[in-house]
């Protein structure tokens, strides 16, 4: 199984919107709503911030959105702030009970 | 609450084996999962022990590693045979839930295979 694509990094200046992209196929992100996002910072274990494509786990801020469209997820960052300075990695169910993360992306915080 | 321990430098060809201590939750007909990270590189999914005996593995490690729980312990362990430099990584265990997201990790094990 491939691992889906997500950009290598992306930055903003605080306060501004990012959008971090996680494209698959048919058979992984197009065909299941379960598309979850995690952030991890340096030294740390990964963190869930988003499951079930839009859904917040609680304590998670709303800053954090999730979306998808055919076989791309999304994950919007608005309000950036410093503490978002992290990496980022999508996941998803792939079928024959395998699940599937993204490249990672390194968010950076200007 | 999950806590991985066993992670310990090896030489190729040689074994280890990792456990993943739960609580808050029984590994008796749950779903847990072993991702590993290598150094500077991504997530990966190494291998996921559904209900029952069901489980999966990732290609680069079918026929090596072997999951399995320990219901009187409550574990999740990992047994690894044949390791390979290329298998050098912190592993973290974490809880898959029915929907198939991570909700809880562990702080995750280094595992380092050099001669």
């Known amino acids: 199984q491939s691992a889906l694509t997500q950009p290598a990094s992306v930055s903003g200046s605080r306060g501004q919107s990012i959008t971090i992209s996680c494209t698959g196929t048919?058979?992984?992100?197009?065909?299941?709503?379960?598309v979850s996002w995690y952030q991890q910072h340096p030294g740390n274990a990964p963190k869930l911030i988003i499951y079930q494509v839009n859904r917040r786990p609680s304590g998670v801020s709303d800053r954090f959105s999730g979306s998808k469209s055919g076989n791309t997820a999304s994950l919007t960052i608005s309000g950036l702030q410093s503490d978002d300075a992290a990496d980022y990695y999508c996941c998803t169910w792939a079928g024959g009970g395998s699940l599937v993360f993204g490249t990672g992306t390194k968010v950076t915080v200007l | 609450q999950l806590v991985e321990s066993g992670g310990d430098l090896v030489q190729p060809g040689e074994s280890l084996r990792l456990s993943c201590a739960v609580s808050g939750f029984n590994v008796n007909g749950r779903y847990v999962g072993w991702v590993r990270q290598a150094p500077g590189k991504g997530l990966e999914w190494v291998s996921i022990l559904y209900s029952g005996d069901s489980a999966y593995y990732a290609d680069s490690v079918k026929g090596r590693f072997t999951v399995s729980r320990d219901i009187s312990k409550n574990t999740v362990d990992l047994q690894m045979n044949s390791l390979r430099a290329e298998d050098t990584a912190v592993y973290y265990c974490a809880r898959v839930m029915s929907y198939y997201f991570c909700e809880d990790w562990g702080q995750g094990t280094l595992v380092t295979v050099s001669s």
């Open positions: 048919s058979s992984d992100v197009g065909g299941y709503n379960v």
